[in-house]
């Protein structure tokens, strides 16, 4: 079992529809990641939060440290959202907090 | 442009020969980091430089595979006698330092096809 569980695996939306990514992880984290990877490689992070709820924009995103499972929402989406959206979560301690450990991925499809 | 850049962009090369991928990180960056991307998979960690020292390196780096970064500032990873289970998506991301949680920037990548 990854240790990094994302859900759905793909999804496709209509333009203008709430779009809802889950993430569930099983270590003990510091810290969670959302990135935006578009076709050709290019990743992009979106947020990064160890607590609470995150806004930018169109974007929202969740997460409860006691049931470790994070929630990456885009409202209104647009097809120019398309793209793998993936989850990482930040574990260690002290010197050897910078690893990053990534779920597969969630790839979005939005039609206009 | 001021994000990190990486190079070749793409590469092809036959199985068993040797390839070499750069990344040039944000200027003062002082935390460089390589992942290695399959197909419908997430990045996974290769390996973690401080300035010019490798401080970690995942057992997904077998002895083919070596990185550098020479006076902390570019990074190199070569890959001998390169295998067809080496084509992936090279990427290599740095942060900042100095602070618990830095934010990692990542580079486009270098994809690798063996044939």
């Known amino acids: 079992k990854n240790e990094v569980e994302q859900s759905p695996q793909n999804l496709t939306a209509q333009e203008g529809e709430f779009i809802t990514i889950n993430c569930s992880y099983s270590v003990g984290i510091s810290a969670l990641h959302w990135l935006q990877q578009h076709p050709g490689g290019g990743i992009v992070s979106l947020f990064m939060?160890?607590?609470g709820k995150k806004k930018h924009g169109r974007l929202i995103a969740t997460i409860n440290i006691q049931e470790k499972h994070s929630s990456l929402h885009i409202t209104a989406s647009h097809p120019r959202d398309s793209a793998v959206y993936i989850c990482a979560v930040r574990s260690g301690s002290g010197g050897s907090n910078y690893k990053l450990t990534f779920g597969k991925g969630t790839l979005l499809t939005v039609n206009p | 442009d001021t994000g990190v850049s990486q190079n070749p962009r793409h590469k092809i090369t036959k199985r068993g020969q040797n390839v070499t991928f750069r990344c040039d990180p944000i200027s003062e960056h002082n935390r460089l980091y390589w992942y290695r991307q399959t197909l419908g998979q997430g990045p996974e960690f290769l390996t973690y430089f401080q300035n010019e020292a490798q401080l970690e390196k995942s057992r997904l780096l077998s002895d083919r595979f070596s990185a550098e970064r020479p006076k902390g500032s570019f990074s190199t990873l070569e890959i001998q006698r390169t295998e067809q289970g080496d084509s992936a998506m090279y990427l290599c991301?740095?942060?900042?330092?100095?602070?618990?949680?830095?934010?990692?920037?990542f580079g486009p990548g270098t994809r690798l096809t063996v044939t």
């Open positions: 991301a740095s942060s900042p330092g100095g602070v618990q949680f830095d934010e990692q920037y």
């Open positions: 939060l160890s607590s």
